[in-house]
């Protein structure tokens, strides 16, 4: 596997050996999860590979790990249009994020892309969480649930607070009181 490693105030990876194969250049990067880091750049996360080349450019302001096949995203403050020009700015750290940002497109909500950056699930939610055993944790006003990786709501939208499964079971709230589902 590949560690994080951050030198001269920059982000890359490292292998078990302690050579540096993605050179930093990142503000930060997150571990990789099926093949995917999540890194930022300019303000903005991105997904690289583990040769450190982006798969999905730095357009968005919040996202979440790659797991299940998708990536939990907020579509808000996305970029409008990322062109090769500006995928090779963001490679070299020139892009200027002021002038791609789209804070118009659906604030606040999130929604789930694919290993392409392709929509599997449109701005739906006011927050979803990352994967842990099929499901994810989502939110819209005040009240939680869970969906699959499809997007499919698989329990309804009734408690007042979800944590993530583990080992079969996930913590919930509900009118007041604390309890688990399977």
């Known amino acids: 596997g590949l560690c994080a490693v951050y030198i001269k105030g920059k982000w890359g990876f ?8 993605i050179n930093p250049m990142f ?9 995917l880091a999540r890194a930022r750049q300019n303000g903005l996360h991105g997904y690289i590979d583990k040769s450190g080349n982006w798969v999905i450019g730095p357009r ?3 996202a979440r790990d790659f797991k299940e096949g998708v990536i939990p995203v907020s579509f808000f403050g996305v970029l409008k249009k ?3 020009e500006q995928r090779q700015m963001y490679a070299t750290g020139a892009a ?3 002038w791609v940002i789209n804070n118009d497109i659906n604030k606040g ?5 694919d290993r392409d950056g392709k929509i ?3 701005a739906t939610y006011d927050y979803i969480d990352n994967f842990y055993e099929r499901l994810a944790v989502v939110g819209r006003d005040k009240k939680y649930g869970f969906i699959d990786p499809k997007g499919n709501l698989v329990i309804p939208l009734i408690y007042e607070y979800a944590w993530n499964f ?6 919930v709230k509900k009118n007041g009181k604390y309890g688990v589902i399977n």
């Open 14 to 21: 490292m292998d078990r050996q302690g050579n540096v194969v």
């Open 27 to 35: 503000e930060f990067t997150w571990g990789f999860s099926d093949g």
């Open 60 to 62: 968005y302001r919040f």
């Open 82 to 84: 990322e062109t090769s």
């Open 96 to 98: 200027n994020s002021t």
């Open 109 to 113: 909500q999130w929604g789930l892309i």
């Open 120 to 122: 599997v699930l449109t």
């Open 166 to 171: 583990s080992e079969g079971l996930a913590f």
